[in-house]
């Protein structure tokens, strides 16, 4: 008695198929487009994340200041 799988299970011997399946719908789009349509897009999660980073600085509010020679000039946006 040989030890293979047909013998053991009652499995038939399988030839693999070496095929490339032809694009579907759902591989043929993306969900987020490109170039800068892209970034301002929904979908994208970096969309998101400056959308926050926007609204956290512009609450916190930005202050700099530059010092040139013996001058200094400085500004700010918001409470700094």
Known sequence: MQY?????????????????????????????????KGLFDPNNPLMWLGAILLITVGAAGVAGSVRLGRGRVSASVGQA
């Open 4 to 36: 293979t799988a047909s013998n053991l299970y009652g499995a038939t011997p399988q030839t693999p198929s070496y095929g490339v399946a032809a694009p579907t719908a759902g591989m043929a789009t993306d969900d987020i487009a490109s170039g800068w």
